[in-house]
């Protein structure tokens, strides 16, 4: 059975007030809210495990290694690699991005090219612009269209035995249009040898994630938009291409042997965990994916969708709204101005003095606004625990915002 009042019940923060108003937090796409669970393992980390790992004989530090690496094997179950030293474990998605955009510079020369698209976040964007400043690569972009979804036909005519790399979301974090990524790695499959890179950000806490069908050569998600402590994060990679690939930071943990002669590197996943690791922020990651596991992905799934369906509906039935991709298909986010009374942050500040947290600006992706013609959006976006009175109060909000800036 789903429960939200049991579910809402795991999570304090929910019981606070914001400007003497019950707290409606609607940022789920910027940052989830953490059940007292995953809270309660990062805690007892530190007052009851607090060593460093990997490398001490102590009780502590094989207690702390135990619990970091039963997390790793957890997450290598959530997304489905093959193995678990093929979970690398990373501050969030921009580290994991910038790590391959890193790694893969000694692949392209002058002249590859590297393909992404309209929807990015910027940390899809710039790692490949710094790429291809230090090889001289060429950036091509997959265009959307007025409704925000990508016109794969000009994949068709981009993909070439001169792209080296794809790099797409499987969700767009300012709009949360859900990109066709199986037909984008099927076609690049079938036209390249290109490396594919897909940023799941927005995608690993709304639904399942399996990199092996998926067939991706990365895939990168951060923790503190699944329920889990910031700083954490994870990057897959297949294990060949990891191996073949040379690390990304140097220092202690990810060396075989080092002397003034010369390194030697260590095995998978070490070679790219170099220092002291998030230890109590990745074992509370691994208690994320038990709370989204014991909830049910299809529930999440499925409830967010219905808060979705009702939002968008509600919100059309006001006047003068403008929804971003209303009609592609969406996952967790309504993106929305309201036309001709002000700007996006004007509407935020309203709805904060209601207690409801929303999201204003360009969220990272220019281009998409600059493409729309735009300088930013309201963002409303769901989590699990979110209900269908909170869409209700947004709703009272976005009137009195309406009437209040016309």
Known sequence: MFDIQEIRSQFTILNREVNGKPLVYLDNAATSQKPDSVLKIWNDYYTELNANVHRGIHTLSQLAT?????????????????HDFEVIFTKGTTEGLNLIAYILTQKLKKDDEIIISYLEHHSNI??????????GAKLRVIPIDENGILQLNYLDDFLSEKTKVVSVNQVSNALGIVNPIEEIIAKTRKNSDAYIVIDGAQSAPHFDIDVQQMDCDFFVFSGHKMYAPMGTGILYGKQEILEELPP?????????????????YAGLPFKYEAGTPNVGGNIALGAAVDFIEKTGRQNIQ?????????????????????????KAKRTGVVSFNLEGVGISSDVGMILDKMGIAVRTGHHCTQPIMNFFNIAGTVRASFAVYNTFEEIDKLLEGVKKAQKMLS
């Open 302 to 326: 499925n409830h967010e969708n219905a808060l979705l369906e009702y939002a968008q509906r509600k919100l059309l039935e006001l006047e003068n709204i403008k929804i971003y991709g209303e």
């Open 66 to 82: 135990e619990e970091m690496e039963l997390s790793r094997r957890k997450i290598q179950k959530f997304i489905n690699a093959k």
């Open 248 to 264: 990304f930071h140097g220092g202690g943990e990810m060396i075989a042997t080092c002397s003034f002669d010369g390194t030697t």
């Open 126 to 135: 710039v790692p490949w612009q710094l790429l291809c400043e230090r090889t």
